[in-house]
């Protein structure tokens, strides 16, 4: 069973369009997280809900927008692709007791 | 603002030898994490080991161990007997507790076993 899973895995498409990414997470964790991994194998926290709730926003621009549903998905919208846009965008979620983050397996995002 | 400093860009040793890998920040706050990830070629994120700030003794997992000096702000992995499935990028991670709970990412260290 899968963790924390990502779609798509990989995202290739053109400047401009709009497109997501969905997460979804089975281990009954109440925090999510979206971090943002950059060329330079960087990784940045973007945002974090608790329990549906948007706890971080991390200086992020406004064409990106998180969405929970419930407390075991979070999804990021994009919209009007950039260039920069491309990363690897990485899906979290965090376990209390030990507040380990455990991390889906990334979907890389070209814009081209 | 907490800052994670990773000062080896790239590391290299041959199987079977001992490395460590460095790691220092800054924080102001008395109340933290510290983890060592691991991200393979696959580019998996994957746990290594974690340390609380308020717990003196340093942590251990199998071959994986820390040095925490807290008062030098220093968190060094060692990893021992290296083995080639070792071979991967590390990232020093900082998370505080107290207001927002997220992680801090050192630039990472690229470590290759050779055999």
């Known amino acids: 069973d899968t963790a924390v899973s990502q779609t798509p895995k990989y995202l290739v498409t053109q400047m401009g369009n709009d497109k997501s990414i969905k997460c979804e997470q089975n281990l009954g964790h109440d925090t999510m997280y979206w971090y943002k991994q950059d060329s330079k194998k960087f990784l940045k926290i973007m945002f974090s809900?608790?329990?549906?709730?948007?706890?971080i926003n991390e200086t992020v621009p406004n064409r990106f927008s998180p969405k929970s549903p419930d407390k075991a998905h979070l999804n990021l919208h994009i919209n009007s692709l950039e260039l920069g846009d491309s990363a690897v965008y990485f899906c979290a979620s965090r376990h209390p007791p030990g507040n380990e983050q455990f991390f889906g397996p990334g979907t890389r995002l070209t814009v081209l | 603002a907490q800052t994670v400093t990773q000062s080896q860009p790239e590391m290299s040793v041959q199987e079977a030898e001992t490395v460590t890998l460095s790691c220092t920040y800054d924080t102001s706050e008395s109340n933290y994490y510290l983890f060592w990830y691991k991200q393979p070629p696959s580019r998996q994120m994957i746990l290594v080991i974690r340390?609380?700030?308020?717990?003196?003794q340093n942590a251990t997992e199998n071959r994986f161990s820390v040095n925490f000096q807290k008062a030098a702000k220093s968190f060094s992995l060692k990893i021992s007997d290296s083995q080639l499935g070792d071979t991967a990028m590390y990232f020093c991670a900082f998370m505080k507790l107290q207001g927002a709970q997220k992680l801090v990412f050192g630039q990472g260290t690229r470590l290759t076993i050779n055999p």
């Open positions: 340390q609380e700030a308020y717990k003196q």
């Open positions: 809900y608790n329990n549906k709730e948007l706890i």
